[in-house]
């Protein structure tokens, strides 16, 4: 494990990256085949069975299944007259039509390897559609743990030699203060020009921020003029609670008082089933309420106007981050957390 490599070992171990491929889960190999000249989208099956239907609607034939973290390529996104009312959008798939709930629209981008990390940490982002993390102990040695999803955020601590001999990235996780381990090449450095804070200087009482439960939209303003407007995914009220915390969002009046780059959300365990309420990495974490309840980015769906998180509002990776910069309390780059009296949300 090493902070920083001399330029003789980074040339030495880079060439050795394409290898690790042997060691990722297989849909990543659908990578290796050119994209369908039609191809519209690639996505990440997020869910554990996803079906395909004969038209675009629920009630029409089942034709084929796919599988978690398969990735699949979309030939057309549209919105279908038969809905659902709250997200009627839907992907034409190569054997069938595919609702887009739980396909997480992915790209990739393969990085160059920073000669050097600061042991305090900096803040990498996955580039790739996933990626297999492993953890590596005395007793057992290389073992698979965590898989990250594209978009997630992550604290980076080193750069070491992974289980392949090329250069991997040591994750130290800000919640249970254990680290792991990732293909350097499938993570970039978030630079600090992206995390500028917007619009400081506007009074903290000229910032504020509603959520409609029954609309499942929120909306950010300032000084009377509304800069965002977009679908979320609040609380689903009955879900079993594993922690005693209701899973509803909570109405009323609050105050952002945290915000985090990243936190590792669910069971909070080293449970490293894919199945397993495990979200490590999730991403512009503004926490308004003492139960835990945030504003954050998610990979885990694309079903934003309907209910479906443990509490937490739900938004799309891009909008929950500007919203991160633009909220109160201002954060310091490279800050693990900020504190303070922030900007008002009013739920109802």
Known sequence: MTSALSRKEFLQLSGLALGGLALQPSGLRTLLQPAPAAAHALVRVAVKELRLYSEPSYESMVVATRSRDQLLYAFEEFESELGPDFNPRWYKMDEGYAHTAYLQPVQTQLNPVALSVSPQGELYEVTVPLTQSYRHTRARGWETFYRLYYLSTHWVTAITIGPDGALW???????????????AEHMRKVPASELTPVNPHIPLHQKWVEVSIPEQRMWAYEEGELLLDTKVSTGIPYLVSTNGIPT?????????????????????????DVEAYELPGVPWVSFFHEWGVAFHGTYWH??????????CVNMKPAEAKWLYRWLMPESEFGQVQSLGQGTRVLVR
């Open 248 to 272: 509803a969002t909570p109405k009323g009046s609050f105050s952002v008082f945290s915000k985090m780059p990243v936190r590792h959300m669910g069971d909070g365990t080293t449970n490293a």
């Open 169 to 183: 990235y040591e994750i130290t996780d800000e919640l249970l203060k254990i680290t792991y381990h990732v293909l």
């Open 302 to 311: 694309d079903n934003y106007g309907n209910e479906m998180s443990h509490g």
